[in-house]
């Protein structure tokens, strides 16, 4: 149905910045909201970032002021600019997508480590 790939995952210096990106392929007609969810070792998986068809987007308080998520509708990608990266950061991220009936998938994940 929908396939999301995920990339730009890696090691990093605390301070630093990474850009993630997520490209959906498939069935990939009615997808509205797209984003990104994270998983820290021994904790439950969080909400990071989430962006519409329309351009509204919604962050985590933790992140607000230092990630900004973006989208290209043609490309059916979204993208996740990670700056003034922290330890706390370092998770498995994973990108979402949501149709408008309410179907959401999953990419298998990418992983960013935050070295301090």
Known sequence: QVQLVESG?????AGGSLRLSCAASGMV????????YRQAPGKQREL??????GGSTNYADSVKGRFTISRDNAKNTVYLQMNSLKSEDTAVYYC????YSGIRYWGKGTLVTVSS
């Not at 995952?9 to 210096?13: A, D, E, K, P």
């Not at 990071?48 to 068809?53: G, N, R």
């Not at 979402?96 to 149709?99: L, Y």
Request: glycine content about 14%; aromatic content about 4%; proline content about 0%.
């Open 9 to 13: 995952g890696g090691l990093v210096q």
């Open 96 to 99: 979402n997508a949501e149709k």
């Open 48 to 53: 990071v970032a989430t962006i519409t068809s």
């Open 29 to 36: 007609s009615n997808i509205n909201a797209m984003g990104w």
